[in-house]
């Protein structure tokens, strides 16, 4: 299924289409792999658009939402869907998600080439999806949970498989909790809890893999962004620097120990989805919490950055960045070292904002459209150059 936009095209979504996705009934759009700056009044749609791109990966997209909360509301439908033509450098690729609502369970699929996938980590070998949102200026601040998500969708991004593993892990420590509930054959918990510990050790290994080379990128970038330093700390610091055997023997001893407690939790009480994830500004040699709204802004543009360049060169499916209103409150020279950088990156940029202005300097690197009531207008670029052509 190799199309005429072969190899050579600009990589990145070709063509997407929406169907009663939140606030739009329908719509179809073709940047054709560039960059796409989409600017409009408050409620007009655009952080929209950005989430429906976010859930062509695994998870639940850029709000976290339920299924039935993104359906277009006051209307008759029960489904909503979102399909992609990526540009790839092995040609066309076709993507698709849909969600079913009707019933008691809510259902997401995804299909590639209009076959249906088993999993939705099929989508992270097509496409690879990193964004930045207002709301992750919590994530320094937030308790430790939004830290790990966001180190793990990191990891899914590098790694799509990643998504199963944390699903087995999932599902291996309700098995272990409901088993605690009965009076369980101790070689069936035994090997229950064998199993929950090699995937929670899966886990602490790539968060460390992933962080060790974002550190590295960060390191080696020239950037006017702060260098970042993350770090899997507690247990997770202690596990990683045993050998791998002795890690396994003392995390299974871990999980019998704390059987009679997790019980009365109703909860796993040792494990990655409560270890911490250290973020250290590294200039300042302060932990980010501790610095300044600015500061954390910045580190966090820093991360993204240096993420994406890591996605362009060693990610298996095409890299897409979003970047929702990230230059609200940057001023004009910030500015226009981020659009320097972001340039640079040769990834496509879905950006958004609220005015046309502080995009002016863009109209050669990026498709411009005006969103208003759920419409997409494109607006006419001075220079059809683009630098990504
Ligand atoms: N499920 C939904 N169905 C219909 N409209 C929705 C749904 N969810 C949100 N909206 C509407 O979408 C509009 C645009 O939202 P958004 O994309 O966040 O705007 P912005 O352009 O400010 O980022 C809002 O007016 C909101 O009420
Ligand atoms: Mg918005």
Not at 10 to 21: E, K, P, W
Request: net charge neutral; with cysteine; glycine share 6%.
């Amino acid at each position: 299924m190799i199309s005429p936009h072969g190899p050579s095209a600009a990589q990145g979504i070709h063509t997407l289409t929406l169907q009663n996705f939140r606030s739009y009934t329908q719509l179809e759009i073709s940047p054709e792999g560039h960059n796409i700056i989409c600017y409009g009044g408050n409620g007009a749609g655009k952080t929209n658009l950005l989430e429906a791109i976010s859930l062509l990966s695994p998870g639940r997209g850029l709000r976290r939402a339920r299924l039935s909360d993104m359906r277009l509301q006051n209307s008759a439908t029960s489904r909503w869907s979102i399909g992609a033509h990526l540009n790839s450098p092995y040609g066309r690729i076709d993507l698709s998600t849909t969600a079913q609502c009707d019933t008691m369970k809510e259902r997401r699929t995804c299909s590639v080439f209009g076959k249906t996938e088993k999993t939705l980590s099929a989508l992270a070998r097509h496409i690879s999806l990193v964004w930045l949102t207002p709301q992750m200026d919590r994530l320094f601040s937030e308790g430790m949970s939004s830290r790990r998500r966001f180190v793990d969708r990191l990891c899914v991004a590098l790694y799509p498989s990643y998504n199963d593993l944390l699903t087995t892990y999932d599902t291996l420590a309700k098995e272990r909790l409901m088993a605690l509930s009965t009076a369980p054959d101790p070689h069936w918990l035994q090997a229950l809890e064998q199993q929950l510990a090699e995937a929670g050790l899966r886990i602490c290994h790539t968060r460390q893999e992933v962080c060790y080379r974002l550190n590295g990128q960060m390191a080696q970038r020239h950037s006017a962004f702060p260098q970042a330093m993350l770090h899997p700390g507690g247990d997770a610091d202690g596990l990683l620097s045993m050998s791998p055997e002795t890690a396994l023997i003392f995390y299974v001893d871990k999980l019998s120990k704390s059987r009679s407690l997790d019980h009365t939790h109703q909860a796993t009480t040792f494990g990655p989805h409560r270890f911490p994830i250290d973020i250290h500004h590294v200039d300042k040699n302060l932990a980010a919490t501790y610095c300044s709204t600015g500061e954390q802004k910045a580190l966090l543009l820093s991360i993204i950055l240096a993420f994406t360049s890591l996605m362009k060169e060693y990610s298996e499916g095409v890299p897409v960045l979003l970047l929702d209103e990230v230059i609200a409150h940057l001023d004009e020279e910030k500015r226009a070292h981020l659009f320097q950088e972001l340039w640079a990156l040769q990834v496509q940029i879905w950006m958004t904002g609220t005015d046309r202005a502080p995009f002016l300097t863009c109209e050669n690197h990026a498709v411009l459209y005006h969103v208003e009531h759920a419409t997409l207008t494109k607006q006419h670029a001075m220079h059809q150059e683009f630098m990504r052509l």
